[in-house]
């Protein structure tokens, strides 16, 4: 049998290759080495307002485990993700290197909602909205849960790079930590753009169960909770109560979890043999006063007067 048609085969094939990565190049990490699958980085925007940290989940919806995608405080390297590319009859070889403009999928390597699945997709309940969100619990075999990485420009000798899909491009918009939550959009001005940092290429002493996946926790807005048997028919989770014509709103029982004004996060403000911390919302910080003039029992309020802002340390109840 002539070798003819083989040779023909595997010119065509090469070919076809050829063609199909026609304008696509490798993706590098932030110390020029090829992005490669499996490998682990943090993904680090670099064009939000408020200049923050890496991307981390972020609770989408009050008490319930779908998180979104958002950017976490400034100095953070956010939560570790790895890429892959999507399930086919063949399976890649293991830590291939990633070229742009290719499928992908993308999965924070994090113990957060361990029932749910750690990949990007994109929100497919948002029918209505213009600009689903990006969140977690994405389906690998899913159209929604794809991604493309485009590489726009340089900063100095690092490459930064875009996400987008068959749908548009992955963006932000003001979330309700005051920071930045993806989605994806069409409006060039939303775009994000970002650097991928290898894991081992960060000087950290964490590991994905330690300050990476407890980030989370102090990113998202958190709502508190009295273990109390006292006034049964009443909540136990603190609110801000509002009410006009308070300067200083005070901090009651009787919350709804799923209401803003019981929403509050924490906030590291320094050490003293211990981590201290205070309790801010997105209007104020949590302070004290006087309860009845001169008295020496405080009451909480919410205020922008530093000098009543109160700080905190967190005991483990045993």
Not at 118 to 132: A, N, R, T
Not at 238 to 249: C, L
Not at 262 to 289: A, C, H, Q, W
Request: aromatic content about 8%.
């Amino acid at each position: 049998m002539s070798s003819f048609p083989l040779v023909f085969f595997l010119i065509t094939l090469l070919l076809a290759a050829a063609v199909c990565t026609h304008g696509q190049e490798w993706v590098r990490d932030t110390n020029g080495n090829r992005v490669r699958i499996n490998d682990q980085y943090f993904i680090q925007p670099v064009n939000t307002e408020n200049n923050g940290g890496g991307l981390v989940p972020l609770a989408a919806k009050i008490s319930l485990c779908l998180l979104g995608i958002t950017q976490a405080l400034t100095g953070e390297p956010g939560v570790r993700v790895s890429f892959s590319f999507p399930p086919s009859l063949i399976p890649p070889i293991p830590f291939s290197p990633v070229r742009t403009k290719f499928d992908i999928t993308i999965e924070f390597k994090s113990n957060v909602c361990k029932d749910i699945s750690k990949f990007w997709e994109v929100d497919g309940s948002s029918l209505i909205s213009e600009e689903p969100a990006i969140q977690i619990g994405g389906n690998p075999r899913e159209r929604n849960s794809r991604f493309k990485i485009e590489k726009v420009g340089e900063e100095g000798r690092t490459n930064i790079y875009r996400f987008t899909t068959s749908d548009g491009t992955v963006g932000a918009v003001p979330g309700p930590l005051d920071s930045s939550q993806l989605v994806l959009t069409n409006d060039v001005a939303k775009t994000i753009f970002f650097k991928l940092i290898k894991v081992n290429a960060v000087t950290t002493d964490v590991t994905s169960t330690s300050r990476v996946d407890k980030l989370g926790l102090r990113m998202i807005f958190i709502t508190i909770e009295f273990k109390s048997n006292d006034c049964k028919e009443l909540s136990k989770f603190w609110e801000v109560y509002e009410a006009r014509n308070i300067i200083e709103p005070p901090i009651l029982i009787g919350g709804r979890p799923e209401e803003p004004n019981s929403r509050f996060k924490i906030e590291k403000v320094g050490e003293d043999g211990t981590n201290i911390y205070k309790l801010t919302t997105s209007t104020g910080n949590v302070g004290s006063i006087p309860l009845l003039g001169t008295t020496p029992q405080q009451v909480l309020v919410l205020t922008n007067d530093v000098a009543k802002t109160i700080f905190l340390i967190l005991f483990e109840v045993k």
